[in-house]
Nanobody, 114 residues
């Protein structure tokens, strides 16, 4: 499985961005797709999850502001990020998980200026 993330950039606090992650390869085995983020010196943090039933999970600090969705026809997941805060600044990573394997895409930088 290959994951291609895009959509990061620089935005002012209070603004919005939408990240995309396109999956290719043996995607039928994928159960969960997730967005993580990481800042320098810190562990990678789970931000949002969506499963094959479109059930979603969010980390507390992004609830009500971020929305994860998937377009199965395009094999793509999205992370709509609204009301962005400076503390959302991080490299965001797309992740796909099957029963046995974890796949990672390249990161995309999100910078929120205050």
């Amino acid at each position: 499985v290959q994951l291609q993330a895009s959509g990061g950039g620089l935005v002012q606090a209070g603004g919005s961005l939408r990240l995309s992650c396109a999956a290719s390869g043996t995607i039928v085995s994928i159960i969960y797709m997730r967005w993580y983020r990481q800042t320098p010196g810190k562990q990678r943090e789970l931000v949002a999850t969506i499963d094959t039933h479109h059930t979603t999970y969010y980390e507390d600090s992004v609830k009500g502001r971020f929305s994860i969705s998937r377009d199965d026809a395009k094999n793509t997941i999205y992370l709509q990020m609204n009301s962005l805060k400076s503390e959302d600044t991080a490299v965001y990573y797309c992740n796909a998980r099957s029963r046995s394997t974890n796949y990672w895409g390249q990161g995309t930088q999100v910078t929120v200026s205050s």
